[in-house]
């Protein structure tokens, strides 16, 4: 089945740690985003990647990293810098910018212990 | 800045009413606008907005895109418990999709 998946689902993380998310494709997408989402606060975008080796910051970049090496992955590093990691982050991908609609995967939950 | 706003943030109505919410929203580059319901966690595609005046409905859902205004409204008619969600509007630019912060609907049996 084609598709967004997301890994972990659920990922701890002790202070001062560095974690990354997992994003994969299989819908020959070429931009793929990662959003976070806190209580009251919808969808921020973090980093955002139109092709491949090619990638942009959104609202709030800052204390995370990606990387786009192939079409199909897009993962998201929470650095130690990012004061408050505890959240929900959203992967999706849409096959071209502006014309299309979106796809989720189903999310990770980062706690910070 | 570009923007993107939600009325009203969060709404509780009875089982059966007719329920509207509300987008606006101020961004360059405009391509078009997407509605999202998200009940638990990967929000699901509602809509796709490109051309203002012209409704798009499936089901009991219908949206419509006011490029004058710079606005959406998406209805819901005969509201079941099944519709409690977050519902998520974003605008497309030509290089990245900007979100709102969603409109937390609760329908009471």
């Known amino acids: 089945d084609g598709g967004i998946t997301q890994s972990p689902k659920y990922l701890f993380r002790k202070e001062g740690q560095n974690v990354t998310l997992s994003c994969e494709q299989n819908?020959?997408?070429?931009?793929m985003y990662w959003y976070r989402q806190d209580p009251g606060q919808g969808l921020r975008l973090i980093y955002y990647?139109?092709?491949?080796?090619?990638?942009q910051k959104g609202d709030i970049a800052e204390g995370y990293s990606v990387s786009r090496e192939k079409k199909e992955s897009f993962p998201l590093t929470v650095t130690s810098a990012q004061k408050n990691p505890t959240a929900f982050y959203l992967c999706?991908?849409?096959?071209?910018?502006?014309?299309?609609?979106?796809?989720f995967g189903q999310g990770t939950r980062l706690t910070v212990v | 800045e570009d923007k993107v706003v939600q009325s009203p943030l969060s709404l509780v109505v009875h089982e059966g009413d007719t329920v509207t919410l509300n987008c606006s929203y101020e961004?360059?580059?405009?391509?078009?606008l997407l509605w999202y319901k998200q009940e638990k966690k990967a929000p699901t595609f509602l809509f796709m907005l490109?051309?203002?005046?012209i409704e798009k409905k499936s089901g009991r859902l219908s949206s419509i895109l006011d490029k004058k205004e710079l606005s959406s409204i998406l209805n819901i008619t005969a509201t079941q418990t099944g519709d409690s969600a977050i519902y998520l509007c974003?605008?497309?630019?030509?290089?990245?999709?900007?979100f709102g912060k969603g409109t937390r609907l609760h329908i009471l049996p």
């Open positions: 990647s139109q092709i491949v080796n090619d990638f």
């Open positions: 999706a991908s849409s096959e071209r910018q502006g014309d299309t609609e979106a796809f």
């Open positions: 490109t051309s203002s005046g």
């Open positions: 819908l020959n997408h070429d931009a």
């Open positions: 974003a605008v497309c630019r030509d290089d990245k999709i900007i």
């Open positions: 961004v360059t580059n405009f391509r078009s």
